[in-house]
């Protein structure tokens, strides 16, 4: 869907941030209130903050996007839905969300609702806009790892709005996709913690230095092609970042735009002063992805940003005032001011004139009142005055007459109708628990390949239970009997390879298929595959693993973000299973890591699968090995496998998923063994 007006969307983490960004000339603002928000440790907005806020965005007709971008477990998720309804009293009508069920939730009980996809929702193609606009969806965030045409394409047939962000931080991991931060240091970028454990430094082939750390986005060399693409919105990122930040940033764009032109040098000049990470970079819009993507704050870049904070917070910073039309009547018996903007109209009377006895009141003098309106919102754009002869009015009856009609002006124009949440009786469906055992399902991914002797022999340890077994989309392995496992992303210019590969593959006799992301929702539809979602889905409450059984997927595997007792819960509801085994992915990149150290420097990126090898070593000494993808992408693994299966022996799961990526066959073995009996881990092992 092609936008006929591509707004400017700044970020704000508290209410000084959001006042800067409406004198910096944003069209809109997102922002968070106290709780369910991706920037936790923000300082965010107090609920009578957000009414004064929602207040000033009426009245200034600039848009405010609510984040309740975080998962949601069942024990908040009530709390979750108040939130949003409290919100909608305030006059938010539109929210980012990440959290599918929440999102359901919402739209199933306010269908006004205006609902956009947070970009932690991974939604990175055409085929993602369609299975979101078939939920009430208006408008996805796109992933920072989205090139020009993948852009062009999904602003031309997307049928929902496209936003992108154009200036600000880029995480290494595809948004929605990093365990990092929760498994290493139990803070959760899901659910607005992340400890940035990508910020820090790392050793691989020798080499020390921030190797996960990518330089800011820079994209405001691009803007006149962003809004003839089509694109909704441009989106500023920076919640965590100071007023003056988002004033500076915000301004320049909004005169980029404006004037329709590049930056100038100094203009460029300015950005990268007022924060950098060792310069910019826009080598995702332009697939130029590699090592000269990678850079951290230097001292430069951090007393730049102070230097350039402390001139912007010395400036005078105004939010650009409302045109207004003033009619004075007076005559003998009555007086009259009306003030109009915007096709609105208030006005206020007066006590009748007394009679002039020696300088009877002009137009002239009348302005010189009526035309103060520096404490309000409002500028003169014309005053017409019908004045009596021989009459006369105290200037401190004609300012309180300006007070009046202003006053009531502004009510007229921040006037609303709040959204309400239908209110719903609790019910509670009916439900599976299991006391069978649960199904197995072995995948293997990365260099553990799966042989036909090893087939065998997993079969025979897990005699007398269903077991299934799947293998890469683009593996030599896939045939009837197995099922495949998709990629953990793709982008638009990848889609119509893997649709061939999917209707070669039913050809073949293959009929199940592990969804690793919304985009392949509609494609394994499509070719009439049975459809079982991965962990990457995020599913952490009921109501989003109902909503997947409902859209026709057969069963899903709930985050392993999810502690025992969640998944006990979740468990209730049908074709609910866990992650048992496993070294937990814990990034998935668009930057070849392998690449960028000299390994498969001459293998083109259209290869599926590279054997190279490479791990990562942080400050402590602890190695996370690094496995590639289809597309030359990297996944990087915890260093320990999880282990879950006999603590969730009870749980009514029904299936237990274990992950296959660099063990050996007798350490495959032993883990189907113990898995499928229930044991206690045995060595080195994680409870994530």
């Known amino acids: 869907m092609k936008a006929e007006y591509t707004q400017l969307l700044a970020p704000a983490g508290s209410f000084d941030a959001f006042l800067a960004a ?122 920072r790892e989205l090139d020009r045409a993948g852009l062009i394409e999904l602003c031309e047939r997307s ?17 929605g996709q990093c365990l990092f931060s929760s498994v290493v240091g ?6 607005g913690l992340c400890a940035q454990p990508c910020r820090m430094e790392y050793s691989a082939r020798g080499k020390t230095g921030y190797l996960l750390s990518l330089k800011d986005n820079c994209l405001a060399d691009e803007l006149g092609e962003l ?66 993507m990678f ?19 010395a400036e005078k910073k105004e939010i650009k005032r409302i045109p207004c039309e003033m009619r004075f009547f007076a ?68 300012n309180l007459l300006r007070r009046t009609a202003a006053e009531r002006l502004e009510r007229r124009l921040t006037e609303f109708r709040p959204l309400t949440l239908e209110v719903r009786t609790k019910s509670n469906p009916s439900c599976r628990q299991s006391s069978e055992k649960p199904e197995l399902r072995l995948i293997f991914d990365g260099r553990t390949a799966l042989t036909d002797s090893l087939e065998n022999e997993l079969s025979d340890i897990c005699s007398g239970r269903k ?44 009929t199940d298929a592990i969804c690793t992301n919304i985009g392949f929702i509609p494609m394994l539809e499509k070719h009439g595959f049975n459809i079982h979602g991965s962990y990457r889905l995020n599913v952490t409450n009921k109501r989003s693993a109902r909503l997947f059984y409902s859209l026709g997927l057969c069963s899903v595997t709930v985050s392993p973000e999810c502690a025992d007792g969640a998944i006990r819960e979740m468990a209730r509801t049908d074709g609910v299973g866990a992650f048992v085994y496993g070294r937990l992915p814990l990034m998935t990149l668009e930057n070849c890591l392998i690449r960028n150290s000299g390994g498969c420097r001459e293998r083109a990126a259209r290869e599926h ?53 660099d063990e050996s066959e007798s350490e495959i073995i032993s883990a189907v063994r113990r898995a499928a009996d229930f044991a206690k881990p045995e060595g080195a092992y994680t409870r994530r």
């Open 22 to 143: 409406l004198a910096g000339g944003a069209d809109a603002v997102y922002l968070a209130g106290s709780g369910f928000n991706a920037r936790a440790n923000a300082k965010n907005f107090t609920d009578d903050e957000l009414k004064e806020a929602f207040r000033l965005s009426r009245l200034y007709e600039k848009k405010i996007y609510i984040t309740l971008n975080t998962l949601v477990f069942d024990r908040d998720f009530d709390a979750a839905v108040e939130v949003a309804g409290r919100y909608m009293q305030y006059g938010a009508d539109t929210f980012i969300i990440q959290d599918l069920g929440l999102a359901a939730e919402l739209k199933a009980r306010c269908p006004e609702v205006k609902l956009h996809a947070s970009t932690q929702m991974t939604g990175t193609s055409v085929e993602a806009a369609e299975f979101l606009h078939r939920l009430g969806y208006e408008r996805m965030v796109a992933p």
């Open 159 to 175: 049928p929902i709005e496209t936003e992108y962000f154009v200036h600000g931080a880029l995480c290494v991991c595809y948004s």
């Open 186 to 191: 139990r803070r959760s970028g899901n659910f």
């Open 227 to 292: 809004k003839r693409a089509g694109v909704a919105c441009l989106k500023i990122e920076g919640r965590m970042k100071s007023p003056e930040y988002v004033y500076g940033i915000t301004r320049q764009y909004r005169t980029l735009l404006d004037k329709d032109r590049a930056p100038t040098d100094g203009e460029r000049d300015f950005l990268e002063r007022l924060f950098a990470r060792d310069g910019f970079t826009s080598a995702y819009f332009r697939r130029g992805a590699g090592p000269s």
């Open 295 to 313: 850079g951290a704050r230097t001292e430069k870049n951090k007393r730049d940003t102070a230097q350039t904070e402390k001139a912007l917070a």
């Open 331 to 398: 005559d003998r018996s009555a007086v009259r001011l009306e003030m109009s903007a915007r096709g609105e109209t208030a006005s206020a009377e007066g006590d009748r004139p007394n009679e002039a006895i020696s300088s009877p009141m002009t137009p002239e003098s009348a302005a010189r009142s009526l035309c103060k309106l520096g404490q309000t919102p409002f500028e003169l754009k014309s005053l017409d005055c019908d004045i009596s002869a021989n009459i006369n009015m105290a200037p401190s009856a004609l």
């Open 467 to 510: 077991t299934r077994f799947f293998v890469p989309l683009w593996s030599d392995g896939a045939r009837e009997g197995r099922g495949i496992l998709m990629p953990p992303v793709f982008l638009p210019r990848e889609a119509e390879g893997i649709s061939a590969r999917l209707a070669e593959l039913r050809m073949r006799g293959v």
């Open 609 to 661: 699968f590279c054997p190279e090898k490479l791990t990562l070593k942080d400050r402590t000494g602890t190695v996370f090995p690094v496995i590639t993808a289809p597309g030359h992408r990297n996944v990087i693994l915890n260093s320990l496998p999880s282990y879950r299966a006999d603590s969730l022996r009870d749980a009514g799961t029904a299936f237990y998923t274990l992950y296959f990526t």
